[in-house]
């Protein structure tokens, strides 16, 4: 499975940055980020009936969708904060990803897109 994820980049306080990422096949698919210093954790996540979840500190902020026809799943940030800062990783299981998903739990992972919001 390849992962291809673009998007990232340098944004103000209170600005927008899409992400995108292209999957080689169909899987449920999601967004996790790890900041410096800090664990890996889980950000959005969409299943194949177009179900989303999200973590407590993005919703309403962030929003996932997807394009099933080219297999892809994109992370729309609003409002963006500096505590958003990190490097967002594209996943993807065969499984459904949820709130409660761990990396662990995860079979693939795309190359990370750095997100860096400044004050």
């Known amino acids: 499975v390849q992962l291809q994820a673009s998007g990232g980049g340098l944004v103000q306080a209170g600005g927008s940055l899409r992400l995108s990422c292209v999957a080689s096949?169909?899987?449920?698919m999601g967004w996790f980020r790890q900041a410096p210093g800090k664990e890996r954790e889980f950000v959005a996540a969409?299943?194949?009936?177009?179900?989303?979840y999200y973590a407590a500190s993005v919703k309403g902020r962030l929003t996932i969708s997807r394009d099933i026809a080219n297999n892809t799943v994109y992370l729309q940030m609003n409002s963006l904060k500096p505590e958003d800062t990190a490097v967002y990783y594209c996943?993807?299981?065969?499984?459904?990803?949820?709130?409660?998903?761990?990396?662990?739990?995860?079979?693939?992972w795309g190359k990370g897109t750095l997100v860096t919001v400044s004050s």
């Open positions: 996943a993807a299981d065969p499984l459904p990803i949820s709130v409660t998903t761990s990396r662990y739990g995860i079979d693939y």
């Open positions: 969409i299943s194949w009936s177009g179900g989303s």
């Open positions: 096949g169909r899987y449920h």
